[in-house]
């Protein structure tokens, strides 16, 4: 029926699909079934007022709105396992240091505390202004583990310098290091808790460090000028030591006295100095302090080696060195560093020794001068040598420049003729 329609009204017949296009129509079969992409839910906002724009909103994804300080009801307990593990370290850490820095501040102002009164006996200024007026610091930090304190104004002393040097108790793990470097290195002992203390006389310098007072004519400058030398009382723990890392108590000698602990022994270069030195109080003073102490030294040498000459220049000093005693209890040291104090008085009226005795210490003295000369006229000469090479090879080149092709080849053999002739001569010699 629908072809006799088509034959009596004209109707279009129907295409004819070729095999190819049928194959190709093929290839895109698996997109067939695709559906369409689901479009996005519009969600209008238009409320009562006209002029409201409409906007697109996400839909909800399930958690509940809350405000932004609200975090109780965003977060839980099991979210924070990793700070509940590191904030305990944290606060051993803290707490070790305030505790260590606290013990060391209580240890220092025990030990300032002890020292301070002899300090203003003996010396006009103890210390360092104040932020106040009228107030002085006795004691500075350094750090946590190194306190120091200062004194100046006292007859044949120019100034004195002291320092408490304690352990890192607000460190745990650098202390645990030092403490195993002490025991697996001989040379590196483990840091104990000392008191160090120079003492610098003015030597006949008062003129040049003290300023005069202003209108004052009468007042004669008395004469602080004492021979120079190296003298210790050490302890034999720490003997070894110190002549191994201090060069001024190389030069000495070491001896054993009758009148001191078995525990000291005496460096000195000669043994009229030792005698002289060596006197009851100071024994008695070194008794009492038992091997708490380090080295009590009297120096006009460097402590490193000199290598120029001007640092064979004599630099008279005073040290005295001793360990904290563990109980806090300075009753048993302070005997000794009064006395030390008031050593430099000792050494100018009695530090003039015979010229037999002094032979010995100025010949150690121009020893090292003279070997610091040697080396200094060799360094000299091997500059100059090698000055004189390098304007030597500097002309060479400069004559190379200037050659032919023809005359650097003759000039070159020339030089190589030479060498093997002076090598030659060389052997000869040896042989």
């Known amino acids: 029926m629908e072809n006799v329609r088509n034959a009596l009204f004209g109707g279009q017949k129907p295409v004819a699909v070729s095999s190819a296009q049928s194959s190709g129509d093929a290839d895109f079969a698996d997109f067939a079934g695709v559906p369409d992409p689901s479009p996005t839910p519009f969600v209008s906002t238009v409320g009562s007022s006209p002029n409201t724009v409409p906007t697109l909103q996400a839909a909800p994804t399930g958690a509940p709105y809350t405000k932004w300080y609200r975090v109780w009801e965003r977060t839980s307990p099991s979210d924070f396992k990793q700070e509940a593990i590191i904030l305990p370290f944290i606060l051993l ?18 030990w300032i505390a002890a020292v301070g009164p002899v300090l203003t006996s003996e010396f006009a200024r103890v210390g360092w202004a104040g932020k106040k007026d009228g107030e002085i610091e006795q004691m500075r930090e350094n750090s946590p583990a190194e306190f120091i304190t200062y004194a100046s104004g006292r007859l044949n002393v120019a100034f004195l310098d002291a320092k408490l040097t304690l352990i890192k108790r607000y460190n745990p793990l650098v202390r645990v290091g030092e403490l195993l470097m002490g025991l697996a290195i001989e040379s590196m002992p ?19 460090l003290v300023p005069k007072r202003s209108g004052d004519e009468s007042g004669k400058v008395p004469n602080s000028v004492f021979d120079g030398f190296v003298w210790a009382v050490v302890n034999k723990d720490i003997m070894r030591q110190l002549r191994e890392d201090r060069y001024d108590l190389s030069l000495t000698g070491t001896r054993d006295h009758s009148k001191l602990p078995a525990w000291a022994t005496v460096m000195t270069e000669s043994a009229e100095i030792t005698e002289t030195l060596l006197t009851p109080e100071l024994v008695s003073a070194i008794e009492r302090a038992g091997d708490l102490l380090d080295a009590l030294v009297i120096t006009d040498q460097p402590v490193e080696r000199p290598t120029k000459l001007n640092e064979t220049v004599p630099k008279k000093r005073l040290t005295l060195s001793f360990r904290l005693p563990s109980d806090g209890n300075y009753d048993n040291v302070l005997p000794l560093f009064q006395y030390f104090i008031r050593l430099p008085d000792f050494l100018v009226s009695h530090g003039r020794f015979r010229p ?3 032979r010995k210490v100025r010949a150690t003295r121009d020893d090292e001068i003279r070997r610091i000369k040697k080396i200094d006229e060799e360094e000299k000469a091997e500059e100059r040598k090698s000055n004189a090479d390098r304007e030597k090879k500097e002309k060479r080149d400069a004559s190379l420049r200037n050659m032919s092709a023809e005359q650097q080849r003759k000039f ?8 093997a002739r002076r090598a030659q001569k060389g052997r000869t010699m040896r042989a």
Request: proline content about 4%.
């Open 93 to 110: 850490v803290v707490l070790v240091h305030l505790w260590g820095t606290r013990t060391n501040k209580r240890r220092a102002n025990k």
């Open 412 to 419: 070159l053999e020339k030089e190589k003729e030479k060498e």
């Open 190 to 208: 483990a840091p104990q808790e000392r008191f160090e203390v120079t003492e610098y006389p003015f030597d006949g310098k008062e003129t040049s």
């Open 356 to 358: 037999e005795a002094m």
